[in-house]
């Protein structure tokens, strides 16, 4: 079975947070400006991760383990 591809912009994600560290990210809210989904080689597959920019420089990166939810911008949003 071939995964769903994420192509709807992301709006929000929620995240397993440590003290002192957000544990949720929006874009429009504290710098943030792209929220964007990628993986990354595994020792048997590749991952899914989802990068936190604040603009052109990753403020975080995330591996699927350590998301709770992912919020998706509506098309007319944009």
């Not at 943030?32 to 991760?49: D, F, M, W």
Request: charged content about 20%.
């Amino acid at each position: 079975m071939e995964e769903h591809p994420v192509q709807q912009p992301i709006r929000a994600i929620d995240i397993d947070a440590i003290p002192g560290v957000e544990a949720c990210y929006v874009v429009g809210r504290n710098g943030v400006t792209r929220i964007e989904a990628c993986q990354k080689s595994g020792l048997h597959a590749n991952i899914p991760y989802v990068r936190v920019w604040k603009g052109d420089v990753c403020e975080a990166e995330f591996c699927q383990h350590n998301i709770v939810g992912v919020y998706f911008a509506k098309a007319e949003a944009l």
